[in-house]
Nanobody, 126 residues
Framework: QVQPVESGGGLVEAGGSLRLSCAAS????????MGWLRQAPGKEREFVSAIDWSGESTYREDSVKGRFTISRDSAKNTVYLQMMSLKPEDTAVYYCAAGAQWRRPPPTSAIDYNYWGQGTQVTVSS
């Protein structure tokens, strides 16, 4: 069993920055790809970014390219999402997910992931 735990959400003004962290515990967590997905009120959960087990390969959704960066500290079993130039449309609950297999195309669907955190709220004010 893998248990991701997110932290780092909050309220920020448009143009500001936040860094989300996801600490994942459990056997073999370091062998899985991990990702961040988000869900805004009234909308479906959508992919944000993913990273492979080694941290060498990453993938981002088009709307966050140039603004969000995913990284991984394998020694700590922790994945980070550095978010810059935040926009009001980035407001959502951000979920950390684990248990995916890295492949081409990368895991961008919620069904690709087996383990989920409880989510952390990110609110960007205009």
């Amino acid at each position: 069993q893998v248990q991701p735990v997110e932290s780092g959400g909050g309220l920020v003004e448009a143009g500001g920055s936040l860094r989300l962290s996801c600490a994942a515990s459990g056997r073999a967590v370091s062998t899985y790809a991990m990702g961040w997905l988000r869900q805004a009120p009234g909308k479906e959960r959508e992919f944000v970014s993913a990273i492979d087990w080694s941290g060498e390969s990453t993938y981002r959704e088009d709307s966050v390219k140039g603004r969000f960066t995913i990284s991984r500290d394998s020694a700590k079993n922790t994945v980070y999402l550095q978010m810059m130039s935040l926009k009001p449309e980035d407001t959502a609950v951000y979920y950390c997910a684990a248990g995916a297999q890295w492949r081409r195309p990368p895991p961008t669907s919620a069904i690709d992931y087996n383990y989920w955190g409880q989510g952390t709220q990110v609110t960007v004010s205009s």
